[in-house]
């Protein structure tokens, strides 16, 4: 019951920020992007190999790629590296109603991305508020209905779709926008 009045909150939160934020939407080529923002959670060693490989795989397209990851934990696990690229909070970071309570991510907020990825699939509300609050040229994500607002381009489940299948997908749309048709 808890959960269910916690999201209702960050939802209206969402909207609320929605309504007031302005940014113009840009649809963008991933070869063509100069910056783009990650964000990503991961919840073992083998999920955290798996983002940082596909952080890695964004590098390869764009110069400057810097990421935020949130870890449902209460300390960084010992098998975390922390660069400069990468930045996570942890579950002792959130407010009783579970979102972000300090300030750090503002830094990524108020950057403003050619392209922002987020990589949890949707299924954790606070990186959906920080996507919500980015001021990102063109923002990307997974589709469920809840987030439309949120995002300028999503990418549905298809059967047996997981992070790697999605990453794929991500690239290949990303790749096959054609700038002089738009």
């Given amino acids: 019951m808890f959960e269910k ?29 100069r910056s783009i923002g990650i964000l990503y959670t991961f ?25 935020l990851g949130y870890v ?35 830094n990524f907020t108020d950057t403003k991305f050619d392209l922002l990825i987020d990589l949890s699939m949707g299924n954790q509300i606070t990186l959906n508020y920080i996507a919500a609050l980015s001021k990102s040229s063109f923002k990307v994500g997974y589709y469920h209905e809840e987030q439309v607002d949120i995002f300028d381009f999503m990418i549905k489940n298809g059967e047996g779709m997981n992070i790697r299948t999605y990453t794929d997908n991500i690239v290949n749309y990303l790749s096959s926008i054609n700038m002089n048709t738009l």
């Fill in 72 to 106: 449902p934990l209460k300390v960084v696990p010992s098998y975390m590296q922390v660069n400069l690229k990468t930045d996570v909070y942890l579950k002792n970071n959130l407010n009783l109603i579970g979102l972000p309570k300090q300030k750090f991510y503002t």
């Fill in 43 to 67: 919840t073992d060693e083998g999920s955290y190999s798996l983002v940082t490989g596909i952080i890695h795989k964004f590098s390869e397209y764009c110069r400057e790629v810097k990421a």
């Fill in 5 to 33: 009045i916690k999201k209702f909150i960050i939802l209206f939160l969402i909207k609320r920020k929605l309504r007031k934020s302005v940014r113009s939407v840009k649809a963008l080529n991933l070869r063509d992007a």
